[in-house]
């Protein structure tokens, strides 16, 4: 990255004019001015580190301006101030490991996901609904279930305020609640958790459903991570041991995670003569600098189907993994979908259907259309000052569109094919043949209807904004393997 020399004597000038025209002036009247707030050295390397970044490898660097780093108070929100208008991920940390750590599916965590929702517009006062829960996890032992409802948190009631603590506090005794008719109450019930340090699995639900002459292999995935890949291939075998002829794919949850796990997944689903040879799953496009240095340097910024992968894991220990095996070699797919489906969901979708019929069904898709790299000081300083130790920047780099170039889930996702509401407070268990988005893709595959309940009577809630669901989640995150690509050097410092 460029230094700004030119910058730097001026600003040497400015200063040194400054206190030569104070050393020649008389002080007859001296004045008392208020001292100005010194931002401390170190933030300014930060900030100075988040510009470094965003003016060279950012989707969108022609945008970023230089900025005088002894004015900024908190680079955090200067990046989210700065990145670009239709960038809602880009983001700066000072937990550059806990953020990677997240990214494998690892943790502490209760085990559920929720949503959060305002009882109206004029209160804070929350409640939160059980989406589903991770086998094997707190949530799970306690009994807990999709649908299920939380009204108070340690005796107290839950609001936008505290409503994190629902996630990130190390215990909680629930007070959980019934929904009679449109109204919300205790129920006299208080579950007691103690949050622990897991795996949660993604591979949550998955079973063979048989419907006349169809089987149907029905798999809910929640998080794009390497770790689940092994799982995916044994699902997938299973499918195909089972003779499945077709896939109704959950994602209505699924907010992301690693661009490899998409292109691993959908090989095991795409036609065998896309897989065997080696056709484009995803395109990926840089800002114009990035696409001329990788030209030059002879990179091929597409991505291929393949039955053989060979990379190295967050852990930086090689993996060879072959999915031949559970190829299911199919001609369409169905994907259930909601707000919530983002990301490395949304480029499974993008990547495979310019070769299956993917029909989707929910609710509209959440519109994440780029991948990025989470950056650190050694990736880009050759030798990077102490200051910034942790310090990381998940970074836009990459427009992923199909084999012909185009990205339709940009700017605001999939419109679903079928428009289904997903509502937890049903409380079907996902894989549930009555729960109404899972039923209409069975109604599509075989032309018969599945019977389900009339849906809960209840108030329209409004979700708070930006709530999160569950700790840990991939929360809008298409993310490229650690290292895969290395940053041009000539535009490097040598220290920060």
Known sequence: MQKNYRILIILFAAITGTLFFQSCSKDDN???????????K???????????????????????????VTKIKDPVAMVDSIRYSADRWTSLTDD???????????????????????????????????QFVYPGTPAEKAGMKRGDLILQMNGTDITTSNYYDLFYSSSVTLGMAALNGNVISLNNKTISLTAVSMYQEPVNTYKVINKGSSKIGYLFYTDYTLKSH?????????????????????????????????????????PASIVSGKQIFLKQIWND??????????????????????????????????????????????VLVSGNTASASEATIT???????????????????????????????????????????YTMVYRYADKNGNTACMPDGFKPDYEV?????????MGDEAEPLLAKAIQLITGESVTT???????RPKSVDKAISRKGALNNKLIELPGRYKLNKENQSPAR
């Open 421 to 429: 509401a997903d509502d937890p407070f049903d409380r079907y268990a």
């Open 453 to 459: 309940k009339a849906a809960v009577s209840l108030f």
């Open 351 to 393: 990547g495979l259907s310019p070769y299956i019929k993917v029909t989707t069904i929910g609710e509209q898709t959440a519109g994440k259309y780029c991948g990025g790299i989470v950056f650190t000081p050694e990736d880009i300083y050759e030798t990077p000052d102490a200051a910034l130790k942790n310090w990381g920047i």
């Open 230 to 270: 092994e799982k995916l291939l044994e699902v997938l075998q299973s499918f195909k041991a089972s003779g499945v002829t077709d896939v109704i794919l959950d994602l209505r949850y699924n907010l992301g995670g690693y661009s490899l796990t998409s292109q691993i997944l959908s090989s095991m689903l795409a």
């Open 96 to 130: 550059a490991k806990g953020l990677t750590d997240s990214f494998a599916g690892e943790g502490t965590s209760y085990g559920y996901s929720l949503g959060v929702y305002l009882f109206s517009n004029t209160s804070n006062q929350c409640f939160a609904v059980v």
């Open 30 to 40: 001296p004045i008392d001015e208020p001292a100005k707030e010194v931002v401390p």
């Open 289 to 334: 600098d990035y696409t001329a240095y990788w030209k030059k340097q002879g990179e091929d910024l597409d991505e291929y189907f393949s039955y053989t992968y060979n990379y190295e894991d967050e852990d930086s220990k090689k993996v060879s993994l072959s999915v031949e095996s559970a190829n299911l070699n199919l001609s369409r797919l169905f």
């Open 42 to 68: 170190e933030t300014q390397k930060v900030t100075q580190f988040a510009i470094d970044v965003l003016q060279d490898v950012y989707l969108w660097s022609s945008t970023i301006k230089s900025v005088d």
